[in-house]
């Protein structure tokens, strides 16, 4: 499995629990959504650093 990709959907998941609460607790949604957001973030740089490390083994 790729490095990267669970906090990358982890993230998304929390992010939309943050979305979904966002009528009944408007704080803690903005802190849950931010969470799951910091996560996708920190994701996607793990993706594509990891990309970019093995295509230069392969080439």
Known sequence: MR???IPTVLGTA???SGVALR???PMAA???AGFGLA???LGAIDLVEHRSIKN???E
């Open 3 to 5: 490095e990267g990709l």
């Open 14 to 16: 929390v992010t939309a």
């Open 23 to 25: 009528n009944k607790y």
């Open 30 to 32: 903005a802190a849950v």
């Open 39 to 41: 996560h996708v973030v």
């Open 56 to 58: 230069k083994y392969f």
